[in-house]
């Protein structure tokens, strides 16, 4: 398991472009909506939660989509498959890794976009928070539908098409609680919840995952 | 030590690739299958490796069912079409990587694998930087790594030269020598390679 995770985390190093590709269009996202609406600081402090939990879904699931393809593309997933190791293992180890590399890097930055959007200083602890559940959470929920169709040739427009239900209560609970905390009111309920969501998460996807790499490379 | 394989059957989308394919292998024997490209060497291959869908018949791996064995796993090694190394890390990476993950990993280091399979001065270069030869190389240094007692190689002489393909050769002639036991998918000969050989396909 370290084993693999020292790989994936090496391999992720080597192609920083690649890798950071998430977290700079989360940034370009984000920086696009006071230039494209007016730049009144109530208007962004209004809109700011939702923009930004918005343009992290987006990164996160823009990131998950390469999550198994180059694994299928040169053999090693097969190799994972057969490995000792059970599967289900293997996919959590796997996400785990893709996430430090990929949805953190979203998570850090997420204060600079707040504080572009004159998103209250006092709540920032909010939003990296929820955007830390959050991000895992969709990670993990990008991953069974990036595994389901890493076998498919135009499977990249079908991963969101599958992911994105799933990934709306994450969406609306995570908006909600930033939005909360922005007004002064107490979040740790709405916080509470996305807790469960990536507790259930981490319990159940990667059985999910297991199951759809298995199938995806059976065809 | 035996792997019985019986009444295979392949399907793909309505066409049969196989059916009723058995084949018994003992300790230190070679298997072969051969036929024309697209007689069904490389699914059967993959449905044997258990990756691939199997829609008839069982496999047994000491007696037990291969599906429901764990100890299947740990005892073969795969070999397919693609090498299975990561093209951003060195030959020496992919081969510490693999040697990690496996079952009954041998005390046999990176370099002294990798120098005997000719893998020697671009070892710590990227994958991607080597010649398609010289991954195949990178990948057959892994059966020198790895434990396991039963091959499957798929296409093993891809992109080899004459002195590529002996190395093959040889390779399976020591592991059979220790009891090992090996499947082939190559419509080539190999020399000095004694195997039974399964011929695939050809009418559908």
Redesign the interface.
């Known amino acids: 398991m370290l084993a693999l995770a020292s790989r994936d985390l090496r391999i992720s190093f080597r192609q920083p472009g690649e890798v950071l590709t998430p977290a700079m269009f989360f940034v370009l996202v984000t920086t696009l909506f006071p230039l494209g609406l007016s730049p009144q600081p109530e208007l962004l402090r209004t809109i700011a939660p939702g923009v930004v939990w918005v343009a992290a879904l987006l990164a996160v699931l823009v990131g998950q989509e390469s999550l198994f393809k180059s694994d299928y593309e040169d053999g090693s997933l097969e190799q994972l498959v057969l490995s000792p190791m059970p599967l289900p293992l293997v996919a959590i180890t796997r996400v785990t890794s893709h996430w430090l590399a990929t949805g953190l890097p979203v998570v850090v930055l997420a204060p600079l976009m707040g504080l572009l959007m004159d998103y209250p200083t006092q709540a920032m602890g909010c939003l990296v928070l929820s955007l830390l559940l959050g991000t895992f959470t969709l990670s993990l929920l990008g991953a069974v539908g990036a595994a389901l169709t890493v076998g498919l040739r135009q499977g990249s427009m079908l991963m969101p098409i599958l992911v994105l239900p799933l990934a709306v209560p994450v969406l609306i609970f995570g908006a909600h609680a930033v939005a909360q905390a922005a007004n002064g009111e107490d979040p740790s309920g709405v916080l509470y919840l996305l807790a469960a969501f990536l507790v259930l998460g981490i319990t159940l996807a990667p059985f999910a995952i297991a199951a759809a790499v298995r199938v995806s490379l059976e065809s | 030590m035996t792997l019985e394989a019986r009444s295979l059957g392949l399907w793909r989308v309505e066409r049969c690739l196989c059916r009723d394919l058995s084949f018994r292998l003992g300790s230190g024997e070679i298997l072969q299958f051969a036929g024309p490209n697209g007689s069904g060497k490389t699914s059967l291959m993959?449905a044997v490796?258990?990756?691939?869908?199997l829609d008839e018949g069982e496999l047994f791996w000491e007696g037990n069912p291969a599906t429901r064995s764990?100890g299947y796993?740990?005892d073969?090694l795969?070999l397919?079409?693609?090498?299975?190394?990561?093209?951003?890390?060195s030959a020496t990476?992919n081969y510490l990587?693999?040697q990690?993950?496996?079952?009954y990993s041998s005390e046999i280091g990176a370099k002294e694998a990798l120098g005997r399979c000719g893998v020697t001065e671009p070892a710590d270069r990227?994958v991607a930087t080597l010649s398609m030869g010289q991954r195949r190389r990178a990948a057959l240094a892994r059966l020198l790594g790895v434990k396991a007692k039963l091959w499957l190689l798929d296409e093993p002489l891809t992109s080899l030269d004459t002195e590529g393909v002996g190395l093959v050769s040889q390779l399976l002639k020591s592991h059979v020598k220790g009891g090992g036991m090996a499947i082939l998918a190559t419509h080539q000969l190999l020399p000095g390679i004694e195997a039974q050989r399964l011929e695939l396909g050809g009418k559908a």
């Open positions: 993959r490796a258990g990756v691939g869908r764990d796993r740990t073969l795969y397919g079409h693609q090498t299975g190394l990561k093209s951003h890390l990476e990587f693999y990690s993950i496996a079952g990227p």
